[in-house]
Protein backbone atom coordinates (compact mmCIF):
# COMPACT_ATOMS: atom_id res chain seq x y z
CA UNK A 1 0.00 0.00 0.00
CA UNK A 2 2.49 2.51 1.16
CA UNK A 3 4.49 1.39 -2.31
CA UNK A 4 1.84 2.46 -4.02
CA UNK A 5 1.14 5.63 -3.02
CA UNK A 6 4.49 7.15 -2.04
CA UNK A 7 6.69 5.79 -4.66
CA UNK A 8 4.56 7.57 -7.79
CA UNK A 9 5.32 10.96 -5.71
CA UNK A 10 9.36 10.12 -5.96
CA UNK A 11 9.25 12.88 -9.25
CA UNK A 12 8.56 15.44 -6.42
CA UNK A 13 10.66 13.85 -3.14
CA UNK A 14 13.64 12.24 -3.99
CA UNK A 15 13.62 10.61 -1.00
CA UNK A 16 10.74 8.40 -1.45
CA UNK A 17 12.62 6.80 -4.35
CA UNK A 18 13.47 4.36 -1.44
CA UNK A 19 10.38 2.73 -1.52
CA UNK A 20 11.35 1.18 -5.19
CA UNK A 21 13.98 -0.88 -3.83
CA UNK A 22 12.96 -4.57 -2.35
CA UNK A 23 16.04 -4.49 0.58
CA UNK A 24 13.84 -1.81 2.02
CA UNK A 25 10.54 -2.50 1.76
CA UNK A 26 11.60 -5.63 3.45
CA UNK A 27 12.71 -3.88 6.62
CA UNK A 28 10.20 -2.02 6.46
CA UNK A 29 8.15 -5.11 6.81
CA UNK A 30 9.80 -6.57 9.57
CA UNK A 31 9.58 -3.39 12.09
CA UNK A 32 6.05 -3.04 11.39
CA UNK A 33 5.39 -6.99 12.07
CA UNK A 34 7.63 -6.30 14.93
CA UNK A 35 6.49 -3.47 16.45
CA UNK A 36 2.63 -4.67 15.88
CA UNK A 37 3.57 -8.03 17.62
CA UNK A 38 4.76 -5.86 20.92
CA UNK A 39 2.03 -3.64 20.91
CA UNK A 40 -1.20 -6.05 20.24
CA UNK A 41 0.59 -9.03 21.88
CA UNK A 42 -0.11 -8.87 25.52
CA UNK A 43 -4.14 -7.63 24.82
CA UNK A 44 -4.05 -10.54 22.76
CA UNK A 45 -2.64 -13.09 25.52
CA UNK A 46 -5.17 -11.56 27.90
CA UNK A 47 -8.14 -11.99 26.16
CA UNK A 48 -7.05 -16.23 25.03
CA UNK A 49 -6.45 -16.54 28.67
CA UNK A 50 -10.02 -14.89 29.48
CA UNK A 51 -11.64 -16.61 27.30
CA UNK A 52 -10.60 -20.38 26.74
CA UNK A 53 -10.56 -21.19 30.16
CA UNK A 54 -8.00 -23.45 30.95
CA UNK A 55 -5.80 -22.89 27.91
CA UNK A 56 -4.41 -25.20 25.72
CA UNK A 57 -5.69 -28.97 26.63
CA UNK A 58 -2.31 -31.04 27.81
CA UNK A 59 -2.10 -34.88 26.26
CA UNK A 60 -3.02 -37.12 28.77
CA UNK A 61 -0.49 -39.45 27.24
CA UNK A 62 2.15 -37.08 26.62
CA UNK A 63 5.33 -35.81 29.03
CA UNK A 64 4.73 -35.60 32.39
CA UNK A 65 6.95 -32.17 32.64
CA UNK A 66 3.78 -30.76 30.06
CA UNK A 67 1.16 -30.87 32.89
CA UNK A 68 3.19 -27.53 34.41
CA UNK A 69 2.32 -25.59 31.06
CA UNK A 70 -1.74 -26.43 31.85
CA UNK A 71 -3.28 -23.03 31.64
CA UNK A 72 -0.82 -21.77 29.26
CA UNK A 73 -3.50 -20.01 26.01
CA UNK A 74 -3.07 -21.27 22.90
CA UNK A 75 -4.13 -19.65 19.47
CA UNK A 76 -0.86 -17.31 19.51
CA UNK A 77 -0.52 -17.70 15.99
CA UNK A 78 -3.63 -15.10 15.44
CA UNK A 79 -0.65 -12.81 16.64
CA UNK A 80 2.09 -13.56 13.78
CA UNK A 81 -0.81 -13.74 11.07
CA UNK A 82 -2.24 -9.96 11.78
CA UNK A 83 1.15 -8.57 12.25
CA UNK A 84 2.23 -10.36 8.59
CA UNK A 85 -0.61 -9.60 7.45
CA UNK A 86 -0.75 -6.04 8.11
CA UNK A 87 2.90 -5.43 7.19
CA UNK A 88 2.81 -7.22 3.87
CA UNK A 89 -0.46 -4.70 2.95
CA UNK A 90 1.31 -1.77 4.04
CA UNK A 91 4.98 -2.60 2.14
CA UNK A 92 4.59 -5.57 -0.46
CA UNK A 93 3.39 -4.43 -4.10
CA UNK A 94 -0.20 -4.91 -3.83
CA UNK A 95 -0.29 -6.19 -7.92
CA UNK A 96 2.18 -8.87 -7.45
CA UNK A 97 -0.09 -12.34 -7.67
CA UNK A 98 2.69 -14.80 -5.90
CA UNK A 99 2.38 -11.82 -3.05
CA UNK A 100 -1.55 -12.75 -2.88
CA UNK A 101 -1.05 -16.35 -3.75
CA UNK A 102 1.53 -16.91 -0.42
CA UNK A 103 -0.91 -14.46 1.45
CA UNK A 104 -4.17 -16.54 0.54
CA UNK A 105 -2.57 -19.91 1.38
CA UNK A 106 -1.44 -19.02 5.22
CA UNK A 107 -4.61 -17.03 5.92
CA UNK A 108 -6.31 -19.83 4.81
CA UNK A 109 -4.27 -22.36 6.43
CA UNK A 110 -4.65 -20.37 9.56
CA UNK A 111 -8.04 -20.43 9.53
CA UNK A 112 -8.24 -24.33 9.30
CA UNK A 113 -5.87 -23.89 12.29
CA UNK A 114 -7.98 -21.76 14.42
CA UNK A 115 -11.42 -24.10 13.82
CA UNK A 116 -8.96 -26.61 15.34
CA UNK A 117 -7.40 -25.38 18.73
CA UNK A 118 -11.08 -23.66 18.89
CA UNK A 119 -12.35 -27.19 18.81
CA UNK A 120 -9.93 -27.97 20.96
CA UNK A 121 -10.47 -25.46 23.75
CA UNK A 122 -14.15 -25.76 23.81
CA UNK A 123 -14.59 -29.76 23.84
CA UNK A 124 -11.53 -29.31 26.38
CA UNK A 125 -9.21 -32.12 24.29
CA UNK A 126 -6.72 -33.05 22.46
CA UNK A 127 -8.83 -33.95 19.14
CA UNK A 128 -10.04 -31.28 17.43
CA UNK A 129 -10.94 -30.98 13.72
CA UNK A 130 -10.62 -34.97 12.54
CA UNK A 131 -7.16 -36.02 10.66
CA UNK A 132 -9.45 -36.28 7.35
CA UNK A 133 -10.86 -33.12 6.94
CA UNK A 134 -8.46 -30.93 8.21
CA UNK A 135 -6.21 -32.97 5.46
CA UNK A 136 -9.11 -32.48 2.85
CA UNK A 137 -9.11 -28.93 3.69
CA UNK A 138 -5.61 -28.09 3.01
CA UNK A 139 -5.24 -29.87 -0.16
CA UNK A 140 -7.95 -28.50 -1.75
CA UNK A 141 -6.24 -24.85 -0.59
CA UNK A 142 -3.46 -26.21 -1.87
CA UNK A 143 -4.78 -27.53 -4.92
CA UNK A 144 -6.22 -23.97 -5.94
CA UNK A 145 -3.34 -22.48 -5.23
CA UNK A 146 -0.96 -24.54 -7.31
CA UNK A 147 -3.62 -23.58 -10.48
CA UNK A 148 -2.75 -20.21 -9.68
CA UNK A 149 0.76 -20.26 -9.23
CA UNK A 150 0.98 -21.98 -12.68
CA UNK A 151 -0.86 -19.34 -14.32
CA UNK A 152 1.71 -16.79 -12.99
CA UNK A 153 4.79 -18.51 -13.78
CA UNK A 154 6.37 -18.46 -16.87
CA UNK A 155 7.57 -21.21 -19.73
CA UNK A 156 8.74 -23.56 -18.85
CA UNK A 157 8.85 -22.90 -14.95
CA UNK A 158 4.62 -23.45 -14.80
CA UNK A 159 4.79 -27.24 -14.52
CA UNK A 160 8.60 -28.12 -14.09
CA UNK A 161 10.54 -29.20 -11.07
CA UNK A 162 14.19 -27.72 -10.45
CA UNK A 163 16.50 -29.82 -9.21
CA UNK A 164 19.44 -28.39 -6.83
CA UNK A 165 23.09 -28.79 -8.11
CA UNK A 166 22.08 -28.64 -11.81
CA UNK A 167 22.31 -25.52 -12.96
CA UNK A 168 19.63 -26.41 -15.76
CA UNK A 169 17.76 -29.32 -15.10
CA UNK A 170 14.23 -29.17 -15.53
CA UNK A 171 11.96 -32.34 -14.81
CA UNK A 172 8.65 -31.90 -16.32
CA UNK A 173 6.02 -33.01 -14.21
CA UNK A 174 2.74 -32.02 -16.51
CA UNK A 175 -0.62 -32.61 -15.09
CA UNK A 176 1.31 -34.15 -11.89
CA UNK A 177 2.57 -30.31 -10.59
CA UNK A 178 -0.57 -29.98 -8.89
CA UNK A 179 -0.43 -33.05 -7.29
CA UNK A 180 3.45 -32.49 -6.49
CA UNK A 181 2.72 -28.76 -5.34
CA UNK A 182 0.22 -30.14 -2.95
CA UNK A 183 2.40 -32.69 -1.14
CA UNK A 184 5.17 -29.85 -0.69
CA UNK A 185 2.36 -27.11 0.67
CA UNK A 186 0.17 -29.86 3.00
CA UNK A 187 3.40 -31.57 3.96
CA UNK A 188 5.25 -27.99 4.81
CA UNK A 189 2.08 -27.24 7.07
CA UNK A 190 2.11 -30.29 8.79
CA UNK A 191 5.65 -30.93 9.30
CA UNK A 192 5.76 -27.30 11.18
CA UNK A 193 2.82 -28.22 12.94
CA UNK A 194 4.79 -31.85 14.28
CA UNK A 195 7.59 -29.56 15.69
CA UNK A 196 5.77 -27.47 17.54
CA UNK A 197 5.40 -29.06 20.75
CA UNK A 198 8.08 -26.79 22.82
CA UNK A 199 8.33 -23.05 23.48
CA UNK A 200 10.35 -21.50 20.94
CA UNK A 201 11.08 -24.55 19.00
CA UNK A 202 9.25 -24.61 15.82
CA UNK A 203 9.18 -20.09 15.61
CA UNK A 204 12.84 -20.00 15.35
CA UNK A 205 13.64 -22.59 12.72
CA UNK A 206 10.62 -21.18 10.72
CA UNK A 207 12.08 -17.96 11.13
CA UNK A 208 15.34 -19.17 10.02
CA UNK A 209 13.84 -20.76 7.24
CA UNK A 210 11.97 -17.72 5.94
CA UNK A 211 15.25 -15.49 6.38
CA UNK A 212 16.40 -18.24 3.92
CA UNK A 213 13.95 -18.23 1.55
CA UNK A 214 13.84 -14.32 1.59
CA UNK A 215 17.29 -14.08 0.53
CA UNK A 216 16.67 -17.09 -2.29
CA UNK A 217 13.44 -15.20 -3.55
CA UNK A 218 15.38 -11.77 -3.89
CA UNK A 219 18.23 -13.93 -6.06
CA UNK A 220 15.49 -16.13 -8.26
CA UNK A 221 13.55 -12.62 -8.66
CA UNK A 222 16.90 -10.35 -9.80
CA UNK A 223 17.87 -11.91 -13.74
CA UNK A 224 20.65 -10.61 -13.03
CA UNK A 225 21.64 -12.62 -9.55
CA UNK A 226 20.03 -15.62 -11.00
CA UNK A 227 21.61 -15.31 -14.20
CA UNK A 228 25.48 -15.37 -12.12
CA UNK A 229 24.12 -17.86 -9.87
CA UNK A 230 22.51 -19.73 -12.21
CA UNK A 231 19.42 -20.54 -10.95
CA UNK A 232 15.97 -20.14 -12.93
CA UNK A 233 14.99 -16.88 -12.80
CA UNK A 234 11.31 -15.84 -11.97
CA UNK A 235 9.90 -12.67 -12.70
CA UNK A 236 8.41 -11.02 -10.28
CA UNK A 237 9.49 -13.38 -7.30
CA UNK A 238 12.09 -11.03 -5.63
CA UNK A 239 8.71 -9.51 -4.14
CA UNK A 240 7.70 -12.36 -1.38
CA UNK A 241 11.24 -11.54 0.22
CA UNK A 242 8.98 -8.43 1.64
CA UNK A 243 6.29 -11.12 3.03
CA UNK A 244 8.94 -12.84 4.26
CA UNK A 245 10.35 -10.08 6.26
CA UNK A 246 7.35 -9.75 7.71
CA UNK A 247 6.97 -13.42 8.88
CA UNK A 248 9.83 -13.04 10.75
CA UNK A 249 9.00 -9.70 11.97
CA UNK A 250 6.07 -11.85 13.26
CA UNK A 251 8.49 -14.28 14.40
CA UNK A 252 10.22 -12.46 16.57
CA UNK A 253 7.36 -10.28 18.04
CA UNK A 254 5.50 -14.06 19.08
CA UNK A 255 8.63 -15.79 20.33
CA UNK A 256 9.27 -12.52 22.87
CA UNK A 257 5.90 -14.20 24.67
CA UNK A 258 6.69 -18.01 23.37
CA UNK A 259 10.06 -17.74 25.03
CA UNK A 260 10.49 -20.53 27.91
CA UNK A 261 8.49 -20.62 30.16
CA UNK A 262 5.70 -19.67 27.17
CA UNK A 263 2.66 -16.86 28.11
CA UNK A 264 1.23 -18.59 25.06
CA UNK A 265 1.42 -21.39 22.73
CA UNK A 266 1.58 -20.72 18.34
CA UNK A 267 -1.23 -23.46 18.42
CA UNK A 268 -2.55 -24.93 14.81
CA UNK A 269 -3.81 -21.10 13.99
CA UNK A 270 0.07 -20.49 13.54
CA UNK A 271 1.77 -23.87 12.45
CA UNK A 272 -0.23 -25.39 9.94
CA UNK A 273 -0.05 -20.92 8.59
CA UNK A 274 3.38 -20.96 8.64
CA UNK A 275 4.17 -24.15 7.15
CA UNK A 276 2.08 -23.85 4.55
CA UNK A 277 3.44 -20.39 3.78
CA UNK A 278 6.92 -21.75 3.38
CA UNK A 279 5.94 -24.56 0.93
CA UNK A 280 3.58 -22.14 -0.94
CA UNK A 281 6.99 -20.17 -1.66
CA UNK A 282 9.59 -22.68 -2.32
CA UNK A 283 6.86 -23.76 -5.17
CA UNK A 284 6.76 -20.13 -6.72
CA UNK A 285 10.25 -20.05 -6.62
CA UNK A 286 11.13 -23.02 -7.99
CA UNK A 287 12.94 -24.44 -4.73
CA UNK A 288 10.68 -26.95 -3.24
CA UNK A 289 13.72 -29.81 -2.80
CA UNK A 290 15.74 -26.87 -1.53
CA UNK A 291 12.71 -26.84 1.43
CA UNK A 292 13.84 -30.46 2.48
CA UNK A 293 17.40 -29.26 3.44
CA UNK A 294 16.43 -25.86 4.52
CA UNK A 295 13.30 -27.14 6.89
CA UNK A 296 15.46 -30.30 7.42
CA UNK A 297 14.39 -29.60 10.85
CA UNK A 298 10.80 -30.60 10.08
CA UNK A 299 11.23 -33.40 7.97
CA UNK A 300 13.49 -35.21 10.88
CA UNK A 301 10.30 -34.75 13.11
CA UNK A 302 7.66 -35.98 10.89
CA UNK A 303 9.97 -39.06 9.60
CA UNK A 304 10.36 -39.91 13.48
CA UNK A 305 6.64 -39.91 13.55
CA UNK A 306 6.36 -42.23 10.64
CA UNK A 307 8.85 -44.30 11.53
CA UNK A 308 7.34 -44.65 14.92
CA UNK A 309 3.86 -45.63 13.38
CA UNK A 310 4.95 -48.26 10.75
CA UNK A 311 7.46 -49.83 13.37
CA UNK A 312 4.55 -50.81 15.77
CA UNK A 313 1.97 -51.30 13.27
CA UNK A 314 4.20 -53.89 11.69
CA UNK A 315 6.52 -55.48 14.79
CA UNK A 316 4.49 -53.69 18.04
CA UNK A 317 7.75 -52.14 19.13
CA UNK A 318 8.64 -48.93 18.94
CA UNK A 319 11.63 -46.80 17.25
CA UNK A 320 11.24 -44.03 19.77
CA UNK A 321 10.50 -43.61 23.20
CA UNK A 322 8.13 -41.14 22.24
CA UNK A 323 7.21 -39.15 19.12
CA UNK A 324 7.52 -36.56 17.55
CA UNK A 325 11.74 -36.73 17.95
CA UNK A 326 11.70 -33.69 20.59
CA UNK A 327 9.44 -35.67 22.73
CA UNK A 328 11.88 -38.56 22.64
CA UNK A 329 14.65 -36.69 24.08
CA UNK A 330 12.40 -35.10 26.77
CA UNK A 331 11.41 -39.06 27.66
CA UNK A 332 15.40 -39.84 27.82
CA UNK A 333 15.42 -36.97 30.33
CA UNK A 334 16.97 -33.54 28.41
CA UNK A 335 15.68 -30.39 29.98
CA UNK A 336 13.22 -28.69 27.52
CA UNK A 337 15.61 -25.14 27.03
CA UNK A 338 18.87 -28.13 25.63
CA UNK A 339 15.90 -30.02 23.04
CA UNK A 340 15.32 -26.38 21.83
CA UNK A 341 18.75 -25.03 21.93
CA UNK A 342 19.87 -28.17 20.37
CA UNK A 343 17.69 -28.16 17.73
CA UNK A 344 18.22 -24.19 16.78
CA UNK A 345 21.65 -25.25 16.25
CA UNK A 346 20.10 -28.09 13.91
CA UNK A 347 18.50 -25.81 11.82
CA UNK A 348 20.63 -23.18 11.60
CA UNK A 349 23.66 -25.65 9.82
CA UNK A 350 21.03 -26.95 7.44
CA UNK A 351 19.34 -23.85 6.38
CA UNK A 352 23.51 -22.82 6.09
CA UNK A 353 23.19 -26.43 4.04
CA UNK A 354 20.44 -24.77 2.04
CA UNK A 355 22.12 -21.77 0.77
CA UNK A 356 25.22 -23.67 -0.05
CA UNK A 357 23.16 -25.21 -3.14
CA UNK A 358 23.14 -21.49 -4.87
CA UNK A 359 26.71 -22.01 -5.85
CA UNK A 360 27.06 -26.18 -6.08
CA UNK A 361 25.71 -26.00 -9.08
Do not use: C
Not at 132 to 147: C, D, E, R, T
Not at 216 to 242: C, K, M
Not at 344 to 350: E, G, M, N
Request: net charge positive; glycine share 10%.
Amino acid sequence: MLFHFLYPLSDQFAVLNVFRYLTFRTGGAVITALVLSFVFGPALIRTLRTRQNGGQPIRADGPESHFTKQGTPTMGGFLILFALTVATVLWADLTNGYVWAALGVTITYGAIGFFDDYLKVMHRNSVGLSPKLKLGLQAAIAVAASLWIMRLLPEPLSTTLAVPFFKSLLIDLGWMFPAFAVVVMVGASNAVNLTDGLDGLAIVPVMIAAGVFALIAYLVGNAVFSGYLQIHYVPGSGELAVFLGALVGGGLGFLWFNAPPAKVFMGDTGSLALGGALGTISVIIKHELVLAIVGGLFVLETVSVIVQVVSFKLTGKRVFRMAPLHHHFEQKGWAESTIVIRFWIIATILALAGLATLKLR
